[in-house]
Each structure stands twice: as structure tokens, then as C-alpha cells.
């Protein structure tokens, strides 16, 4: 195959420079932080660093200094929960005229940081350690360029609006921004005590400290105006923090297992996945991930919601609400927008509000209304909340109707898109980059798109909307939508199994001429329950082959596909969401010990990842004996489909089931992965009810066992073909 010029690609994120330190996230609602190890902001090259909000940043650089030199890093780390950063420092060897004035690990320096209401707060102690009094230079150089996030992505603009700084009273130094969107935007940054020297970039302090005399300093860095007094005591708002973060996640179900590691990566994905989620006016939504995608995410959401719904069915009611809310009304091309369509992604920052990216309110995504129909079904089946179901059913014959007619621009049956100007994206479906849609010579598709996965999803959608109709009586219309998906499953099975690969097609062409492309998107079939049970045994032969396997995961395109690149963004990496997708198609259809597989080829290689923290994606390349994963180098981590990947592979696992009428929880077909010996749950709610059980390796079966009920609640296990099941009726003792 001749090579050929790639084309542009918009909103690339440029990864130009290898970073000298790890970098930490704090996040709280809309504003989020990326330090280095250090706890510094722009002190070295290489990284997203600042503190942002709203798609801005409003800190580019907070470096600390001691006598003009940057300190020592003994560790540093983040909290289990999130809640705040730590960094342990000392000096280096303080050289003055040829002499060592100040040995090394002389003094000891903490900080710790925490972010909340848009506010960073910092404490920093400094305590003496030598045999002497000393003296020293502590400075903490700060500056601010308000870029908007795609410039800091590496988006070049020909103008910029006007910047200035001044220092207030109070040791308060003040930065401000008038954008060229008529925006003020404001950092105001906090010292106690007052620096000794304070300018509009540095504050430095002269420490004078006794042995074993110890000195603090507190900072407030604000994103929205000048700092009032009651956001500045730091150890208050530090327990404000814990105490609020613990009610956020109260009536979260939790997971203990029998592996250490396993529990730290799953303490880990829980912390970052609530760290994500953000109060919004409809609820709770977990924003897509940092650094690039802190804000709403249409498909993301949906997606994230689904991976904890059996845990926490509150995030899907926050994510239905808010989707809801946004859905458009309106037939704008340059947002790709349509009556019915639910929304892509949406972004408050300067650019976005002058159209110099498309992604103000953005549609440019074909999946995120059948997902929204599918999730409104999935909620309502875990929960019966009926109420819920009545405020937005609106909300869903409206997406019904855009799935129907704009999403099926050439009425054939299938849902396909085509971006309507060329600012939106050319992709868009979940693999949205400009290569990732192609036919077996490696050709782009070309013309309106038709994505194996979105028929799918459309199916489950028109499914799951039949059961809500019938739920609210609308018998006629719940039949035309059975209807329809049967119809659609029926076309489906024609013109996108492909017998000579084993596979159904990566998409259609705006040809009808199918991408004969073994790629993951196949087995999201699985996950929706479109695919045909006599071929299921097709594709999970072909998903066991080391072509799509690397023994960390699923690729997301098959080893010999002619774009296979495993250290592409789409083309041959793994992602866990997409892992975690195709191991609850595999529950679906029986084939449990493929589940078991994935579940552990993930934990190993969350147990390589700092932090035990699985990222947005790795590289596809071979699991390699004593060599972790190979890492991403602009993904985004945490990431919030990522984190939820664990808690809906552990669901497939274990086959949990829910029945609200009858306040029952079925266990089908559990199974446990040969590095565990038992998953114990807690806290699962189920109504106004809840559980603690243990399932428990018991020779080659499993066993359950109740240990803690509140309310009343059915709980059995049930184990195909034969339906042996041991049940009972669990009452509070």
C-alpha cells in the first residue's frame, strides 16, 4: 500500500516533550489542579501542569525555592480518597562563596494541598532539623497566562485578550483577564503571614528558625474573585472537605476481595471516580477525565454511569437529568446539532465562547442518544423509579425521533453520521480519531458512517424504550419499538456479518460496503444483546487469539489489521471501559471464564500504574514476563470510564441481577478468577434495603454467604442449565 499525507487532525493533543516528574490531580466540581511531585506548578517542562477551571487556568506556575534553588524530594503522593496531595521536602547542599552553608536534609519541608469551591489551599511547614540556627530564603514564584485549555492542548491563536496584575493589601496579589469574550477572569493569590518581599510574580520570606523550631505558611489560591476570610483557615476547610466528600459517597456500595493488590486497584477507581464527579444543577455527573476532558461528556457519562449502576444508581440519575436538560432543540451545523440529539461535550472556556472551537454545546456524536435511550432503560430497571421515567420520557421519544430520521439520514434501517462542517469532528463514534474508521486495505471509510457498535446500541435503546412504554402503559407504542429492534437485529445480522473473518464489520461506508476490520467495537454486539447466539462462539474464538489479546487486555484493533499500531490512540491500544464492555457482553451470553481473564489481565496491570490507577488507555503491546504495560503518553489518568471498568467486569463476574418489586438480588452463574478466593460486597442497596454477602471459592464452585442485612431483600444464587440455587427470604434479625 502506497503511503500517503495524513491528514490535519483538529484538536490534536501534542505530546512534544517527555516530563522530568510525575504529575499528581486534585479536582473539586469544575476546577481541577496538576502538580509534579514536588507539588510545584510549571516548574518543569513536560506536563499539563496549572490549576484550572471552567476549560481556563489560572495558575501556571507555583514553584517553591529555598536560597534560589529548587529543594529535594524525599516522597509524595496523593490520599487514597483523593482528598488532598502531600509532598515531603529538604534542602540540597546550600553552596555560598566555595562552602557548604547549609548541609543537606537539614531542613524538612511538608506540603499538603487540597482543592474545594475553586479555591487551591496550600499549607507549607518548614522545620529545622540541623544542630544550629539557620536562616534562609523560602520563595514561592507564582505566574498565570489564562490560556484556555485547547491552547494549553497546543491550539495556536492569533489574538489574545489583555492581562494585567497588581499586589493588594493583605498580602494578596491579584492577576486578572479581560478575554476577547467580553469575560473577566480573575486569580487571587493569598499569603499568611504576608511575605516579607512581595511582587507580582514572587513572595519571598526570610526564615530565621531555632533547632527543632518550625515556621508555616498558608496560601489561597483563588479561580473566582479575591479570597474572603472564610475560605482561608486551612485545617477547617480540610475537615469541611472529608466530612462533605464522605456524605457524597454514603450509600456507595463497597468491594473488599481476598487480594491486597486488587483492593488497592479498586479503592483507587472508586476514589477517582467519585473524585470526578461533579455537582451539577440536575446531579451528580462524572466528568470525563483530567487532564483534556474535565467537563461534560455525553457518551463518557453514559458509560460511567452504566459501569456503577448496580452500585450507585444516583450518577445515572444525575447523568439521564442533566443530558435531559441539554438536549437539543435545534438544527445548528456548526455544533452538528439536531432536534433530539444528545449532547457530545460542552466546554466554558474563552475559545469555545467565540466559536474558535466548535465545542461551546457540541453534538458531533452518533452513540450518546441510543446510550442515553439504553441508560434510561438500565436505570429504571435497577431502581422502578417511575417518577423519573415520566419527567424525561419527553426527553426519550424526542431521541427516539432523532434516532428514526437524522440519525438514519438515507432511511436504510441503520444509524450512520457525517459531520455537517468540517470544524466537527470527522469520527464520531467512541473511536473518534481521524484513522480509526477503515477498510481492509487500509483506506478511510468515507461518506455517512454506519458503526457496528451504534446499530447495537440502537437495538438495546429501542429495547429498553419498549419496556418504559410498557411500564407506563403505553402499550402500542412499547410494541411498535419491539418491534423495530427485532427488525433492525434482522438487517443487522444481514449486512454486517462477515463469514471469512469470523467478525461483524468495524461499520458500513456510505457505500454499504462493509469495513472488513476485526476491531473491539464488534463485541459491544454482546454487550447490547443484538449479536446472534450461533455466532457468538465465532467471535469469542477470535477474541481468545494473541491478535486481539496482549495479556493486559482487549485490543481495540486485532494484531494483522493493516493500521494496527499498538502505541496508537485507537488503532491497537487497550482501554479498560472497552474491556469492561465486552466482559459484560460475555456474561451476557455465558461465557463467563473469558470474563475472568480480563478481570485479571487488568489488575495486573493496574498493579504496574502508579497508584494502582488504571488510565484512560495503555499500549497494546505483548504482556512481557517481569515488564509492566506500556504507557499512553497523553492519557488522560484519572479518567472516569476507566475507573468504573473494575465494578462492571466484578458485576459480569458475579451475574448480579436486580428485582426492585420483589426486592430481590440474583447472583447467575458466578464465577471468581483463580488470584481470588472470595469478592465480598457491602452496603448494596436495593430500595430502602441493603446487604453485605461474601461469594466464596468453594472447591470448583462458589459459595455465598449473608453477612449483614437491613430491610428485606431475596438474595439467590442461581447456576445454569440446571437452576440449582440456594435462596431464602433475609429479614432484619
Known sequence: MKKKNLPEQPFYIQATSETSRARKTLKHNDAFAVFD???????????????????????????????????LLLGSNVRDDNLHMYADLTNPDIIEDGNVALSKDSIHISRTIFLRDGVMHVRIAVENHSEK??????????????????????????????????????????????????????????????????????GNYDVSLKRAERFCIFVAVSCRGPVSASVLPFFKGLRAADRAQK????????????????????????????????????????????????????????????????????????????????????????????????????????????????????????????????????????????????????????????????GDCDGDGFVEYSRATETGLSNQGWKDSFDSIFHADGTLAQGAIALVEVQAYTYAAKQAASRCARRLGLLPRSKQLAEQAEALRVRFEKFFWLEDIGCYALALDGQKKPCAVRSSNAYHTLFCGIASPDRVARLVENLSTNDFSSGWGIRTLARGEVRYNPMSYHNGSVWPHDNAIIASGLARYGHKMNITSIFEGMCKAAGWMDQRRLPELFCGFNMKRGRGPTLYPVACSPQAWASGAPFLIIQAMLGIEFKPSANEITLRNPVLPASLDEITIRDLHLGNASIDFSVRRDGHAVSLRVLKLKGTIRITLVIDPLLQSASGDLKRN
Not at 501542569?49 to 534560589?68: A, M, P, Q, V
Not at 497566562?145 to 489574545?160: C, L, N, Q
Request: with cysteine.
Open 133 to 202: 540556627d539557620i536562616t534562609i530564603d523560602l520563595g514561592l514564584h507564582f505566574d498565570c497566562d489564562f490560556a484556555d485549555i485547547f491552547e494549553v492542548r497546543g491550539s495556536r491563536r492569533k489574538r489574545r485578550g489583555y492581562a494585567r496584575r497588581r499586589v493588594v493589601e493583605n498580602g494578596q496579589v491579584l492577576m486578572s483577564y479581560d478575554g476577547l469574550d467580553g469575560k473577566r477572569r480573575d486569580t487571587s493569590i493569598y499569603f499568611e503571614p504576608a511575605p516579607s518581599q512581595l511582587s507580582e510574580s514572587r
Open 37 to 71: 511531585t514536588h507539588g510545584d506548578i510549571g516548574a518543569v517542562g513536560g506536563g499539563p501542569d496549572g490549576l484550572f477551571d471552567f476549560d481556563t487556568r489560572f495558575l501556571s506556575k507555583f514553584e517553591l525555592l529555598i536560597n534560589g534553588v529548587q529543594p
Open 247 to 406: 456524605r457524597a459517597t454514603a450509600s456507595v456500595a463497597s468491594i473488599e476481595t481476598s487480594s491486597a493488590t486488587v483492593n488497592e486497584t479498586l479503592c483507587r477507581s472508586i476514589s477517582d471516580f467519585y473524585m470526578l464527579v461533579s455537582d451539577t444543577v440536575q446531579g451528580p455527573y462524572p466528568y470525563a477525565g483530567i487532564p483534556w476532558y474535565s467537563t461534560t461528556f455525553g457518551r463518557d457519562g453514559i458509560i460511567s454511569a452504566m459501569q456503577v449502576l448496580w452500585m450507585d444508581p444516583s450518577i445515572a440519575r444525575g447523568v439521564l437529568r442533566r443530558l435531559a436538560a441539554l438536549q437539543s432543540a435545534e438544527i445548528n451545523p456548526v455544533k452538528d446539532a439536531q432536534p433530539g440529539k444528545i449532547l457530545h461535550e460542552m466546554r466554558g472556556g474563552e475559545m469555545a465562547a467565540l466559536n474558535e472551537v466548535p465545542f461551546g454545546l457540541y453534538y458531533g456524536s452518533v452513540d450518546s442518544t441510543p446510550l442515553f435511550v439504553m441508560l434510561a432503560g438500565l436505570y429504571v430497571d435497577r431502581t422502578e423509579d417511575e417518577d423519573l421515567l415520566s419527567e424525561i420520557w419527553p426527553n426519550i421519544e424526542r431521541a427516539l425521533s432523532w434516532i428514526d430520521t437524522f
